[in-house]
């Protein structure tokens, strides 16, 4: 099959199968577009000692000022060494579930009396600071955290990141699944 041989003029190009011209301005104005947000910088959002990265306008502005709000309030009970004031933001069920070291602890008791153990006095527990947060809104009533967690102690400074999971049943905010991973081995 032979083609004709046409000059590419502008009113040949529309003739040649739509206008090609307002695509190819369509897809390049796309492109500086994109190009243009990809430039920009995130700015960093600090409440306390939480600090985390704004997330895109498709997210729930709402849902992630309340997860911080429940983090926040979460490293202040922790800083005042109040561990079930710290334990009042996870789900109070047998279905709570926290991994942490290779291992996995069911429900709200089982991970309070976890946490008490492991940090039996004010030495242990430091000083919390998260950082790093990323809050993503799943829907209006879940969402997940990701994050970076550390303890300023007297003798070391344990650190790690983490992952938790919340859920809103419609009495606040709660986290019903909590991966967390220690950095320090």
Request: glycine share 8%; aromatic share 10%.
């Amino acid at each position: 099959m032979v083609f004709p041989e046409v000059p590419l003029e502008i009113d040949n190009l529309v003739a040649l199968g739509g206008n090609i011209v307002s695509k190819l301005l369509g897809i390049s104005f796309l492109a500086l577009a994109l190009a243009a947000c990809a430039q920009q910088s995130p700015e960093w959002r600090s409440i306390g000692n939480v600090s985390s990265i704004p997330q895109s306008a498709s997210n729930n502005a709402g849902v992630q000022m309340a997860v911080l709000d429940v983090l926040n309030a979460q490293s202040d009970a922790w800083n005042r060494g109040d561990i079930p004031a710290f334990m009042e933001h996870y789900w109070k069920d047998d279905q709570l579930r926290f991994g942490s070291g290779g291992n996995v602890t069911r429900g709200w008791q089982a991970t309070l009396e976890r946490y008490l153990q492991t940090y039996s006095n004010r030495e242990q527990m430091g000083q919390l600071d998260f950082s790093d947060l990323e809050v993503s809104a799943l829907a209006s009533d879940a969402a997940i955290v990701h994050g970076r967690w550390k303890l300023t102690r007297a003798d070391d400074t344990p650190s790690g990141l983490f992952t938790l999971v919340f859920r809103n049943f419609g009495s606040g905010w709660v986290i019903v699944s909590d991966t967390t991973t220690s950095a320090n081995r």
